[in-house]
């Protein structure tokens, strides 16, 4: 019996009863296979989509429930993944990935037919699975009140879950063996792959049965199955093993040659990346062999540049690899790396959404008739890279200034492939009248880029070499390419247009010679090894990455005028006011631009408005930093005090910080700058009141309740308290003005604690205490004997928390 049938009924119970509900279930519960095939069986629903977040295992899951129910695919059990289609009118339960959910819902927002979304493994938070549950939930509230979602994870904080849903939790027992854990400790981190092979020896040579290895991409595969079969042909390996490696991009009959079980007679070891980390069955695995990494996208909003990084993973993941070894019987998991670095992991990783390029969601949403504001997620992406991918899709043509779609953005989406590439292709079709064979061009040239083989910094030469001698990887996309888009392959590229073809799919990197290095049409900054091949004034660059993110892989030259003819709209003419501190005036210029290019630049003949000097000090102000006005301690406070209420009333005050406040200047400061004409008037400004409209006159008052600036002491003094970000509000008072005082006040309705510095009457510290009646009937004896020797003339009662405050000596008493 798996363990998700025993909590079934209450499972339905809640399904039928509510609109969405959250699963926990860990590996090996049945959650992918038993539980979407009984509730077809049951007819709870009439037609069921199941996301799977990876093809190989929405493949298998699909193949085997179809086997389970002695069927082929397509008639009651479904596949939609890119590429295949097994779908029939008899199909009651579909399993798709999640460019494909997004896509029906797009496309359908009611689901007509469709009484149940199951997104399973949801807790790979990957960026597309959340965006087809945000859309679902919109789906659900404006068409659908009678559709459910069902969100099942293995790792992620069930409770969280199900507060963020707003949905009732199931939690089902996984069905686990016990797993022994063998730590390898290294030397040198930097040298983590050489002991793979190793360490998978070993491994195999204590334990029984098969072994799987988890390795971050198909680079590192390679090395490791070559080290491994060298050890086969030597004999250290029995001829009874078999080494097969498994990651996303192989061919079906490939995967299925790992995936299928041994005889009894005989092992094996599969090479694998994170794809068989879950909802994926080999049968046979008692050991896994954890190198610990994982290979991520981290996006850069400075450059739009989307970099793979190899990472340690997070303990979640660990736990999940390891559970591949307990399936069948106990296992063991060989760990690279030591217990303690182990345990200092992080519990969780970053979601998808957090570090990845946007633009593809914010396109959805604009699609939907939605902004991401408005959309239910657990985290929601920065300002930044909200403001970056808006930037982008602006240079695509996807958007309009306002966020709108446009109609190319609609057909961009429907293309199912990158936003860039389907920019390129569709542009390039329609261009291929006025520059003959500039589709064809694109078509090779999104091949050479999905392919990755391009084997030369120079994209033009790299081109050229795929056509003379392609490699196989290219050749296999190339074929994919030209049967979509109905064209032939050719012996001859038009590589004059190269420019053109790469501005349609990189405007934002386009990019002039700057000093030494680059500054891209997007702004950030890049540079060239010194061995580069082309190193005009101007180029269009294709891939960047490096440790910081700006070393250029490969480009071409850039041919401006070409792609200034052809795409007059990425090019434009900029009235620009900037304050030079030099000569201590505004300047006033006409610059002609692509993107943040500045291709030229001559003065202007309009006089400057008020409203572009405020411009030209903000962006001044922007650039360096708030020594250029008077930030008083005041105004720091009142940052400061915004910042804690936001913290303890999120709903009631806005976010504010220095670095945000900075980073918006145009929004709160600008009007406060259009007479400013020196740097001694800008020295002059009066932040505080720009800083307080930022707040309504309720929120204002609110805050003066909660967190005010002073407190009234007894004796009638009002004190100035001093708030910092991190730790308890100060208040330096004299002791004698405190007398009388039994509990120590609190802010912000108690959540922020107040430390009360208590002073001599010379001003000096005495005590500081968050709990004044403790100190009155402790530590003040002390502090009584000593001040009554050292100032006479002043209070010193023997029951200070009930005595008469004062401000005076006790003659003036």
Known sequence: MLPIQSVYHTLVNELLHNERVVLQAPPGAGKSTWLPLQLIKDNHFKRIVMLEPRRLAARNIANFLAECL???????????????????????????????????????????????????????????????????????????????????????????????????????????????EVYTPLTNEADWLS??????????????????????????????????????????????????????????????????????????????????ETSLTIDGIR???????????????????????????????????????????????????????????????TPEILRSD?????????????TIDDLVLLDKPSVKQIDAAHELLLMLEAITPDGKITALGKKMLSYGTELRFAHMLLKAEKLDTDYPGVYVLAAYLVAL????????????????????????????????????????????????YLSLVMALAFPDRIAQKRGNGLRLANGAGASLPPDFPIYDDVLCIGDMGGASGQHVFNACKCDLTLIESALPYLFSSKDIAQFDESTGRFIAETHDCLGKLVLSRKPSNNPLSADEKAAAW???????????????????????????????FPNEFPAISKSLLLDNLVSWLSPYLREVNSLVALKKIVILPAIKNLLDWQQQSRLDELLPERLAVPTGSKLKIHYQVDGPAKLAVKMQEMYGVAT????????????????????????????????????????????????????WPDDPANAKSTNKVKSRM
Request: proline share 4%; aromatic share 6%.
């Open 70 to 180: 002695d069927e082929p695919l397509g008639q009651t059990i479904g596949l939609c993944i890119r590429g295949e289609r097994f779908v029939s009118k008899q199909t009651r339960l579909e399993i798709v990935t999640e460019g494909m959910l997004t896509r029906m819902l797009q496309d359908d927002p009611e689901l007509n037919n469709i009484d149940l979304v199951i997104f399973d493994e949801f807790h790979e938070r990957s960026i597309q699975a959340e965006t087809a549950l945000a859309l679902a939930f919109e789906a659900q509230m404006a068409y659908r009140d009678d559709l459910k979602l069902l969100v099942m994870s293995a790792t992620l904080d069930g409770e969280r879950l199900s507060t963020e849903f707003d949905a009732p939790l199931v939690h089902s027992e996984g069905r686990q063996f016990p797993i022994s």
């Open 195 to 276: 002991h793979i092979a190793p360490l998978t020896l070993k491994a195999v040579a204590e334990q029984t049965g098969s072994a799987l290895v988890f390795l971050p991409g198909v680079k590192e595969i390679k090395a490791v199955e070559s080290a491994l079969l060298d050890a086969k042909k030597a004999g250290v390996i029995g001829q009874n093993t078999a080494i097969y490696a498994l990651f996303g991009k192989q061919d079906k009959s490939t995967q299925q040659a790992a995936l299928k079980p041994c005889d009894d007679e005989s092992r094996k070891i599969v090479l694998t990346t994170n794809v068989a």
């Open 287 to 349: 050991i896994v062999v954890d190198s610990g990494k994982e290979k991520i996208t981290q996006y850069n909003v400075k450059n739009g540049i989307s970099q793979l990084l190899t990472v340690n993973i997070a303990k979640s993941s660990a736990v999940q690899r390891a559970g591949r070894a307990g399936r069948i019987e106990a296992g063991v998991v060989y760990r690279l790396g030591s217990k303690e670095l182990f345990e200092r992991r992080a519990s969780h990783s």
């Open 358 to 370: 946007i633009s593809q969601l914010i396109l959805e949403c604009a699609n939907w008739g939605t």
């Open 449 to 496: 880029f999905t392919s990755q083989s391009n084997r030369s910094n120079d994209i033009a030469v790299g081109l050229s070499l795929q056509l003379s001698k392609p490699q196989p990887s290219f050749t296999k996309e190339l074929k994919l390419w030209l049967k979509r888009l109905k064209l032939s392959a050719v012996k001859y590229l038009p590589l004059e």
């Open 618 to 648: 903000c962006k001044i102000i922007e650039r360096k930093g708030w020594q250029l006005v008077n930030l008083d301690d005041d105004a720091e406070q009142y940052i400061i005090r915004i910042s804690l209420a936001h913290q303890f």
């Open 744 to 795: 120590t006040p609190a802010l912000a309705d108690g959540n922020l604690a107040l430390a009360i510095e208590l002073l001599s009457p010379a001003m000096r510290p005495l005590q500081i205490t968050q709990d004044l009646a403790g100190f009155w009937s402790s530590s003040y004896r002390e502090v009584q004997k000593e001040m009554k020797g050292r100032y006479p003339k002043h209070f």
